[in-house]
């Protein structure tokens, strides 16, 4: 009976069983230099690589991996890659050391989000970040609403760093609980403090419907005033 796949090439591509040796040397030859290259270039937390630092990841990672198990691809071709790659490193970080401009183009710079309990957003516009992927990275923070931060940035890594209202000092805030937040609507049902669902800015409104003074939105929600559990 005809076998439906061709074993030996699945498996071995044809190869000789001996390249497997090759493969496991190959393997330990580059696994050795990758961990010595990120040692020399000083590598960070993965949480705190720039869009750069990923990019050399990406980059070393490509040139490691290949020579593992190709047969065609040398060592010593490697070995090069991985030599320009580390002096490229080298010469992009000393330029960002003498550069602020350039720094700041190849590292990012630190931007704020919101401002005393409220979207800054002309930040908003320039970044990626979609506000449910912000307020996801909020509420891991055990923050409910907007009126409990004082100041939040996004860094450069793309951690989100966050300054508290001390709790005398909380107020009303546009709630980020999605039971609360999808409560959002066109219509104010009845006399209160709302926040408007798009910037935070927050006011007391009356029955009806009425536009953010801030962005001229008109989708509101019932604002809340809870203290932060710690």
Same mark, same amino acid.
């Given at each position: &009976?005809?076998?439906?796949?061709?074993?030996?090439?699945?498996?071995?591509?044809?190869?000789?069983?001996?390249?497997?040796?090759?493969?496991?040397?190959?393997?330990?030859? &580059?696994?050795?230099?990758?961990?010595?290259?990120?040692?020399?270039?000083?590598?960070?937390?993965?949480?705190?690589?720039?869009?750069?630092?990923?990019?050399?990841?990406? $980059?070393?990672?490509? $040139?490691?991996?290949?020579? &593992?198990?190709?047969?065609?691809?040398?060592?010593?071709?490697?070995?090069?890659?991985?030599?320009?790659?580390?002096?490229?490193?080298?010469?992009?970080?000393?330029?960002?050391?003498?550069?602020?401009?350039?720094?700041?183009?190849?590292?990012?710079?630190?931007?704020?989000?919101?401002?005393?309990?409220?979207?800054?957003?002309?930040?908003?516009?320039?970044?990626?970040?979609?506000?449910?992927?912000?307020?996801?990275?909020?509420?891991v923070k055990s923050i409910e609403h907007l009126g409990q931060v004082k100041h939040a940035f996004i860094e450069p890594s793309g951690?989100?760093?966050?300054?508290?209202?001390?709790?005398?000092?909380?107020?009303?805030?546009?709630?980020?609980?999605?039971?609360?937040?999808?409560?959002?609507?066109?219509?104010?049902p009845t006399e209160g403090i709302y926040s408007c669902s798009f910037c935070g800015h927050t006011e007391k409104q009356k029955p009806g419907t009425a536009k953010c003074k801030i962005c001229q939105?008109?989708?509101?929600? $019932?604002?809340?005033?809870?203290?932060?559990?710690?």
């Amino acid at each position: &009976m005809k076998e439906i796949f061709e074993w030996n090439r699945v498996l071995f591509n044809e190869l000789p069983e001996v390249f497997l040796l090759e493969v496991i040397f190959r393997s330990a030859v &580059m696994f050795t230099i990758l961990l010595l290259t990120l040692k020399l270039a000083g590598k960070r937390g993965v949480k705190q690589l720039s869009i750069f630092e990923t990019v050399i990841i990406i $980059a070393l990672g490509s $040139a490691a991996g290949d020579p &593992m198990f190709y047969e065609d691809v040398g060592i010593v071709p490697a070995i090069i890659v991985f030599t320009v790659i580390i002096v490229l490193y080298r010469a992009v970080t000393w330029l960002t050391g003498k550069s602020k401009k350039f720094e700041e183009f190849i590292e990012g710079k630190t931007e704020c989000l919101i401002k005393d309990g409220k979207f800054s957003l002309s930040t908003f516009k320039k970044e990626t970040l979609a506000q449910d992927e912000f307020f996801s990275e909020l509420r891991v923070k055990s923050i409910e609403h907007l009126g409990q931060v004082k100041h939040a940035f996004i860094e450069p890594s793309g951690e989100i760093s966050v300054f508290y209202y001390d709790d005398k000092e909380v107020g009303h805030g546009l709630p980020i609980l999605p039971a609360l937040f999808t409560e959002k609507s066109k219509i104010i049902p009845t006399e209160g403090i709302y926040s408007c669902s798009f910037c935070g800015h927050t006011e007391k409104q009356k029955p009806g419907t009425a536009k953010c003074k801030i962005c001229q939105k008109d989708e509101w929600v $019932a604002s809340i005033n809870t203290l932060r559990i710690t």
